[in-house]
């Protein structure tokens, strides 16, 4: 009869940021676990709060399935002799399996008729099994830290204190070190500190509400969501609900709760960015809003506890919150009384990278990089370009900056706007930041939009020239994700920027720097770059035969091999498409070492061979105006009108004639007919039955 499982691991306070990947690797663990110690279950729910981590399986199975192990044994021939009497070696088989010699089967394999045994192991009660299941299971989890204790051997992310363990609301008893599992659990640390008994899952969820602790983080997010609503309409706003705060604060306490603070409204004058770091950053606060968005004096701070008087806690946040404001008026104040680009000159006293000189160094390459970047794409912009890229790094060097990182970019046009340059610039300086996540938010300018990419693609061409490249998970630097950055703003904005020139301007810009040959250093990132354009691709649902063939014939321009491979993806259903593919792969594997040469109509022998040839000459031209105009599925449709006289060409030519000039003819016709194919694909790499 199947059961519900309960597990608590009770401890001190976990790390916040911990907690969201810790309840996935539960589930996933235990899954496995039950998975191959063969017991059926059914829904996992994985719960947590700063104390505890909780796991409740439903429909526990009372028991182990039945397992069969087979063991092949020797050859049959070899086991039983001619009167069909056991060998030594069946004997010794037999008895090393723990089995009589009349219990032996005979199976057939691809090698022949072999003997086994086949046992039956017994499934154990699944009461027995569990404590080395949970007792594993918890010193299994993985953390970014974990610690040990007291004299303990055991290691976990904090001490552990208790831990609870039932199955159909009997304990299942284990002990890790000191510590042995039982029903005694206890609620909020310092609104219900005392221990309780609890008799199954139900029992357990309702005594821990009892006493101040909400388990589900699902429920204490709606909750803050809610209390943080309820306190900012008291001073008359809505709480600006930040996601990332808002996860943190989730599993920052047990049983949440709101007040509402307020602070001088003269602070209303910074920056809005700096206002809301300053609340959200530091104090962990959520800003509060007027109906049309703007941040009012008010914020939201959310509690572990049932505040006596809540306008005691308002006062202490806000005198904590008061400080730290002024600090960023000073700041910012103090910034404003030296130029952007004085801030810009310091940077020459700041190690970029020991390998890769100073942060001055580096604006001076992305800086000309850039410039070659308008250059390409829009001569007008060059000077905005420039000068962005100047100013781009600057701000690296404020003491907002400095107090605040996260603000980088976002001074640097609050900074220029007030200085008096561009828009545009100003933007430029924030936007060439972006995206900063996979997926994340793209320049809207054209200007920022080359900074990005001068910068993001001089750090990579950087790095790889002084061999500091990404290895399996570790890559320091992100440079995976700045290689998608470039990849996504270059799709995004259809810049047809030959992705091998930029990479070889860029390292044009590092030379003295690099480390090793610029040419092998231009390959390895070029090849990094497919990797991420392949990745991408895949994962947006583009079949991996298709993009591996496209990219296969090179990764110049991402916005026409993007187009090429759509073309392919659609074109694929074409039921001329597979034996298309088949017979260019005939085609690669017979020119696979021929030489180049023309071919001459006049040694043409066979109607298929002319055939053939006044064909593809006519497909090839209008196929070819195709290419050039980017129309690749236009292209696609006319190269398919290839596949009959292929066939036919296959079916009555001998390729390999024994005259030597009817043999290099035939070649060269190949030849030719490969070159059209290979100018949207090399279709030898797509799949085919």
Request: with cysteine.
């Amino acid at each position: 009869m199947a059961k519900e499982l309960l597990l608590e691991v009770g401890t001190e306070e976990i790390p916040a940021e911990f907690l969201p990947k810790t309840l996935k690797d539960m589930e996933e663990i235990i899954r496995k676990d039950l998975d191959a110690n063969r017991i059926g279950f059914g829904r996992i729910t994985t719960m947590a709060t700063p104390r505890r981590l909780v796991l409740i399986v439903a429909d526990l199975e009372d028991k182990q399935q039945d397992q069969v192990i087979e063991k092949i044994g020797p050859a049959r021939r070899a086991s039983f002799d001619s009167e069909g009497k056991p060998t030594k070696a069946a004997v010794g088989f037999a008895k090393g399996q723990g089995i009589d010699i009349s219990e032996l089967e005979t199976v057939t394999t691809e090698k022949g008729e072999y003997i086994c045994a086949r046992k039956r192991i017994q499934g154990e009660q699944t009461p027995v099994v569990l404590p080395g299941i949970l007792s594993g299971f918890i010193l299994s989890l993985p953390f970014q830290k974990s610690m040990r204790w007291k004299d303990l051997n055991i290691r976990f992310v904090r001490p552990i204190h208790w831990i609870v363990a039932m199955y159909g609301g009997d304990i299942v008893s284990f002990k890790l070190e000191n510590i042995t599992s039982g029903r005694k659990t206890c609620g909020h640390r310092f609104m219900s500190p005392g221990f309780f008994l609890v008799k199954d899952g139900r029992d357990y969820l309702a005594k821990m509400r009892d006493n101040y602790v909400i388990v589900n983080p699902a429920e204490r997010r709606k909750m803050i969501i809610e209390e943080a609503a309820r306190a900012a309409a008291d001073a008359g706003g809505k709480p600006l609900i930040i996601d990332d705060l808002l996860e943190e604060v989730t599993f920052l306490v047990e049983y949440p709760t709101a007040v509402v603070g307020s602070f001088d409204r003269e602070y209303l004058k910074l920056p809005r960015e700096v206002l809301i770091t300053s609340m959200v950053e530091h104090q962990r606060y959520f800003p509060v809003t007027d109906g049309k968005g703007a941040l009012m004096p008010y914020f939201v701070t959310i509690n572990n506890t049932l505040a006596r008087d809540p306008s005691v806690v308002a006062r202490g946040n806000e005198k904590v919150i008061r400080a730290r404001l002024a600090d960023a008026r000073f700041f910012f104040e103090e910034d404003r009384k030296v130029s952007l680009d004085e801030h810009f000159k310091k940077l020459g006293k700041v190690v970029f990278h020991s390998l890769l000189g100073t942060s001055l160094d580096k604006v001076d390459r992305f800086q000309q990089l850039a410039a070659w970047i308008a250059d390409r794409i829009d001569p007008s912009l060059k000077p905005d370009v420039e000068r962005a890229a100047h100013l781009a790094k600057a701000d690296l060097e404020t003491q907002m900056v400095y107090e605040f990182p996260s603000l980088q970019g976002v001074m640097g046009r609050e900074y220029a706007l007030l200085a008096g340059e561009k828009k545009e610039v100003a933007e430029a300086v924030f936007e060439h930041y972006l995206p900063t996540s996979a997926g994340g938010e793209l320049p809207r300018t054209e200007i920022g939009a080359i900074v990005s990419i001068a910068d993001k693609t001089d750090t990579i061409a950087g790095f790889f020239g002084v061999k500091q490249v990404p290895t399996g998970t570790a890559d320091p630097y992100a440079l995976r994700r700045q290689a998608l950055g470039v990849i996504n703003i270059i799709l995004d904005r259809n810049y047809r920027l030959p992705l091998d020139e930029l990479i070889g301007k860029s390292l044009e810009f590092l030379k003295g720097r690099l480390k090793r040959p610029a040419e092998e250093t231009r390959a390895e990132v070029l090849e990094f770059f497919r990797g991420r354009f392949e990745n991408r691709l895949i994962s947006q649902g583009y079949p991996y035969d298709v993009v591996d063939a496209v990219l296969a014939r090179g990764l110049a321009n991402l916005t026409v091999a993007t187009a090429k491979i759509e073309a392919m993806k659609e074109f694929k259903v074409h039921p001329d498409f597979e034996p298309l593919a088949i017979a260019f792969k005939r085609v690669c594997n017979i020119i696979k070492n021929a030489g180049q040469g023309s071919v001459d109509p006049a040694l043409f022998e066979n109607d298929a061979e002319r055939e053939l040839y006044s064909g593809f000459r006519k497909i090839r031209e209008k196929a070819g105006a195709s290419i050039e105009k980017g129309e690749y599925g236009a292209a696609l449709t006319e190269i398919a009108a290839l596949r009959k006289p292929v066939d036919r060409f296959f079916e009555s030519v001998l390729v390999m004639a024994e005259d030597e000039r009817i043999r290099k003819n035939r070649l060269s016709l190949l030849k030719e007919i490969s070159e059209l194919f290979f100018g949207i694909a090399d279709f030898s790499r797509i799949v085919t039955e």
